[in-house]
Structures are given as structure tokens and as C-alpha cells.
């Protein structure tokens, strides 16, 4: 179930002095319907609660993959919306990250691997996307190896320079960018995985 982030806690009318009531605001929120991005078809992550319309912009809500997907393997990454538009009593959201497990992560890097990574910006549509590739080999890599791996990385993710983030994140987590730094780094090194770790949606101010 998708957690939701900035959401005002209740406040209980009391007594203020010289006898007024305080306003009760919890009463006067309204229940918004929040959907996910295009990307995922624009599932419903939850519902929140606002006064106005207006205070729900830029609210964030976060999911994990496999929610949205309904593939157990996706459950590593969890993604975060923000809202972007409000219409009625519908909020539609895009993108702003993504981020594997740490314990993901973790697992499956072992002594007897390497890893190569990379944490490298592009400008996309709107601002740009700060991202993290991690490639981990099967055995331990030489530094030559380790180098010529992390300019593939660099290559092949300069490659995505330009897109919309919507776009960008759904290469990096369903398309074939992982596929294919595998093939070509296993060129280089026997390769064990390849893991796009985290990317960050920047907007351009």
C-alpha cells in the first residue's frame, strides 16, 4: 500500500481564552484521490486529505514496484509521486525517484565480487536526472577493468540524455538499458548484475 508523506495530523477543537472556539481544520479537509503516474497507467496509490486543492500540489507519495507492476521480483523499488495536478477531487502525479533496498543492494555484493558504479547527471525534459548504476561482477575486477566499466556506464547512460523522466525511468526499470550494459560489459568482465540503484528527478528552476 502506497505510504503517503506531508499529511496534517488532526487537530481537536478546544476552548481557546475568553471563551471562542479554536476552528476545527481536520473538519473542513476534503478526502483527494491520488493516482500514479502515466508511466503505470495512473493506478490509484491512496487517498489524503487537504482543505484546498492547491495545498495538495507538490505532496509526495510513495509505492513500491511491484504494486504497481504486480511482479514480486520489483518489490526491491520504491518509487515516489508527486503531485503535479488537481482535478475535482483527482490528483494526478509524476515521478520525482526511484531507489532499490539498500538490504538489496547488499545482498548481492559479496567479497569475491566487484563493483564498478557510477553516480552520473543528465539533462532530461525540464531539469535533469541524477542517477546511480552499479555493475557487479562475478569475480574480482582489475582496476582496468573497473575503469573501462564505469565509462560504459557513463557511455551508454548519455545515451537517455534528453528524455522525459517519465520516459527515463521506465527504460532504466522495464526497458533494456540493463540488458544491455550487461552484454556489452561482460565483454570486458564476467559480469554477475547489473542494478540501476536510485534516480532523482531535478526540475529546472
Do not use: H
Not at 88 to 106: H, K
Not at 123 to 147: L, N, S
Amino acid at each position: 500500500m502506497a505510504e503517503e508523506k506531508k499529511t496534517a495530523a488532526p487537530q481537536v477543537a478546544q476552548k481557546g481564552t475568553g471563551g471562542r472556539k479554536t476552528v476545527d481544520k481536520w473538519k473542513k479537509k476534503k478526502w483527494f484521490t491520488v493516482l500514479a503516474s502515466r508511466t503505470f497507467d495512473k493506478k490509484v496509490l491512496g487517498e489524503t486529505p487537504a482543505e484546498k486543492p492547491k495545498n495538495l500540489m507538490g505532496r509526495t507519495m510513495t509505492t513500491t514496484l511491484d504494486n504497481l507492476t504486480g511482479q514480486r521480483a520489483k518489490r526491491e523499488y520504491t518509487l515516489t509521486f508527486k503531485v503535479n495536478d488537481i482535478q475535482g477531487q483527482t490528483a494526478s502525479t509524476r515521478i520525482s525517484m526511484f531507489a532499490i533496498n539498500r538490504g538489496a543492494l547488499g545482498r548481492t555484493i559479496r567479497r569475491r565480487n566487484s563493483k564498478a558504479a557510477l553516480v552520473e547527471t543528465i539533462a532530461v525534459a525540464g531539469g535533469e536526472a541524477k542517477t546511480t548504476i552499479v555493475v557487479v561482477t562475478d569475480r574480482k575486477a582489475t582496476r582496468d577493468q573497473e575503469r573501462g566499466i564505469r565509462a560504459l556506464i557513463k557511455q551508454e547512460y548519455a545515451n537517455l540524455k534528453g528524455k522525459d523522466f517519465e520516459d527515463l525511468v521506465k527504460e532504466l526499470l522495464m526497458g533494456e538499458f540493463s540488458n544491455e550494459l550487461f552484454k556489452k560489459a561482460s565483454k570486458i568482465c564476467l559480469v554477475k548484475r547489473v542494478i540501476v540503484a536510485k534516480s532523482v528527478f531535478t526540475e529546472a528552476k
